[in-house]
């Protein structure tokens, strides 16, 4: 019976095996025609792109030498793709290395290079005697997440900092199943990420359903704001603690300050409340939604920062903030001042020494 089976497989491949054969190596042939013409007439692209790389990619950086043109903002990114003057590789003895990494609050959206707080805080350090060199690597539309993927992939292997200070909040991603999955992969995280690599499918993607930036960037995680703090504490636990033993890993000191936004502060003046009161903190911690994660960092026995108390007196005779979340300058300013502060006082900084000129000076 077998044998009768396989002449009539035999017959049927002389009759159409060629005919097979070659539609298969035609259709190859002409969808990798399409596919090159997609991609070098750049219609796969989406207008996020032309700054970010592969917005897809939770892991998607800043172009080097990219165009940053927001507002009245008009700028270059440095050579590996952020903001103001990069690290220099060789490093000098006595000089801190410094990262400020986080989200587009620490990437100063809607300020210039010069009034971010990482800027700042270099100047102030200088003018206090202390030799640091700091890298302001804040990534827009990022969270927790991506931010630990940049700063294994990226900033530890490439700068080797003494100290990371991470502006962050938690990742939104639906729970702990579906981000196993993509660690383990999986078999449908790694052929939706290996899609998104084909122009082909990112242009009918785009076609169909245009995807926003901030929801491209953990598309294959299934991404939603929705989540109670019941749902996200887990996820932010297995985050910090990658990130709390990646950086002891490495032997860099960590810094965590979890995000603040404005309407915790225009609530707290308008009930006359003054930072350092007991009535204030309890009051921000109802306010802001990432107050949670102070818990979780001293679970974890991670240093955390709160600067809610120096923001909420200073916003009483200054704006803080340009919209929810993004500082003003006056905001980064009292933000670096106040990161100033606790970096010095808590001795996280060597020495001070007045014999060196401040990066942002070079």
């Known amino acids: 019976m077998w044998r009768s089976g396989f002449l009539k497989l035999r017959r049927f491949w002389t009759h159409y095996g060629r005919r097979i054969f070659f539609a298969a190596v035609t259709t190859v042939l002409v969808f990798a025609a399409v ?38 903002v008009r700028e270059y990114l440095n050579q590996n793709g952020f903001r103001g003057a990069d690290l220099p590789a060789a490093r000098t003895p006595g000089v801190c290395h410094i990262i400020c990494a986080g989200d587009s609050t620490t990437f100063g959206s809607n300020v210039q290079a010069n009034e971010t707080y990482a800027f700042l805080l270099e100047r102030i350090l200088f003018e206090r005697g202390v030799k640091t060199e700091i890298l302001n690597a804040g990534m827009p539309g990022t969270w927790i997440w991506p931010q630990i993927m940049l700063i294994r992939r990226k900033l530890l292997p490439l700068y ?129 939604a990432t107050s949670f994660m102070y818990e979780v960092l001293r679970e974890l026995k991670m240093s955390a920062f709160d600067p809610s108390d120096g923001f909420l007196e200073a916003s009483y005779g200054a704006s803080m903030f340009i919209d929810a979340a993004h500082f003003t300058p006056a905001g980064h300013r009292v933000m670096a001042e106040l990161l100033a502060n606790k970096l010095c006082t808590d001795s996280w900084l060597p020495k001070p020494c007045r014999s060196a000129e401040p990066s942002s000076m070079r």
């Open 35 to 72: 596919e090159n013409l997609v991609r070098w007439a750049g219609w796969d692209k989406l207008p996020a792109e032309q700054l970010f790389t592969d917005v897809y990619d939770p892991a998607y950086e800043m172009k080097p030498v990219g165009l940053y043109d927001r507002g009245e």
């Open 160 to 288: 080797k900092p003494d100290l990371i200070v991470l502006y962050t909040g938690p990742s939104f991603r639906a729970d702990h199943l579906v981000l196993e999955n993509a660690r383990r992969g999986y078999l449908m995280e790694p052929v939706r990420r290996g899609l998104t690599k084909l122009a082909v499918y990112r242009l009918i993607r785009r076609l169909i359903r245009p995807p926003r930036f901030e929801d491209t960037i953990n598309q294959y995680f299934g991404s939603r704001r929705d989540l109670s703090e019941n749902e996200v504490r887990p996820v932010v636990q297995t985050d910090l603690t990658e990130l709390r033993d990646l950086c002891a890993k490495n032997g860099v000191k960590l810094l965590v300050i979890p995000r603040m936004n404005s309407a915790m502060f225009d609530r707290g003046r308008a009930h006359h409340l003054r930072g350092g009161q007991e009535e204030w903190h309890r009051f921000a911690q109802g306010e802001n």
